[in-house]
């Protein structure tokens, strides 16, 4: 079973930046896409960006368009996030997660589309 670790979660103040990573424990980690999700109280996970096991396809929410990079390094075995210009409203427990289907330049529409999951990193950003 594959295992996700995410860190570089934090407390940041608004403008401010910070890079999250997440490493996986096994190298078949580069057949499989990659998102990172977050999710706050009360409210369901949203994917915030996706990238194909290739990197030919990356996709992002609205919200954090020109703001947030995903990017991979399949001989690592990580997946980052990296976000810019942080807002309160990008408060929130942030998760990476590994899409069911290998080789698939698919971009997932919901939560439940992923199949493995990180525990989560808190990011809070101060006004």
């Known amino acids: 079973q594959v295992q996700l670790v995410e860190s570089g979660g934090g407390l940041v103040q608004a403008g401010g930046s910070l890079r999250l990573s997440c490493v996986a424990s096994?190298?078949?980690?580069?057949?499989?896409?990659m998102g990172w999700l977050r999710q706050t109280p009360g409210k369901e996970r949203e994917i915030v960006a996706h990238i194909t096991w290739n990197g030919g396809t990356i996709t992002y929410a609205d919200s954090v368009k020109d703001r947030f990079t995903i990017s991979r390094d399949n001989a690592k075995n990580t997946v980052y996030l990296q976000m810019n210009s942080l807002k309160s409203e990008d408060t929130a427990v942030y998760y990476c997660?590994?899409?069911?289907?290998?080789?698939?330049?698919?971009?997932?529409?919901?939560?439940?589309?992923?199949?493995?999951w990180g525990q989560g990193t808190q990011v809070t950003v101060s006004s």
């Open positions: 096994e190298p078949i980690f580069s057949n499989f896409g």
């Open positions: 997660a590994q899409y069911r289907a290998a080789y698939s330049n698919y971009v997932p529409r919901d939560q439940s589309e992923y199949h493995y």
